[in-house]
């Protein structure tokens, strides 16, 4: 591999690790306020609510 290809990849690199510290900072910020708000479980929780009511609509879709 030559010099340059791997300063590039290096660089690449450093740009994933910098976006993924920014999604994971992301992340625990909405979950810590999901669970001040009442979602004991976070977003757990949330994804939980949301799959019982996507689960729902299509069962009252399918009665029509």
Not at 30 to 46: H, K, T, Y
Request: aromatic fraction near 4%; glycine fraction near 4%; charge should be negative.
């Amino acid at each position: 591999m030559e010099n340059q290809e791997r300063q590039e990849l290096e660089k690449k690199l450093a740009l994933l690790e910098s976006i993924n510290d920014q999604l994971a900072t992301e992340l625990t910020y909405v979950d810590d306020l999901l669970r001040a708000v009442g979602f004991s479980q976070g977003l757990a929780s949330v994804k939980g609510v949301a799959a019982e009511l996507l689960k729902e609509k299509v069962e009252l879709q399918e009665e029509c």
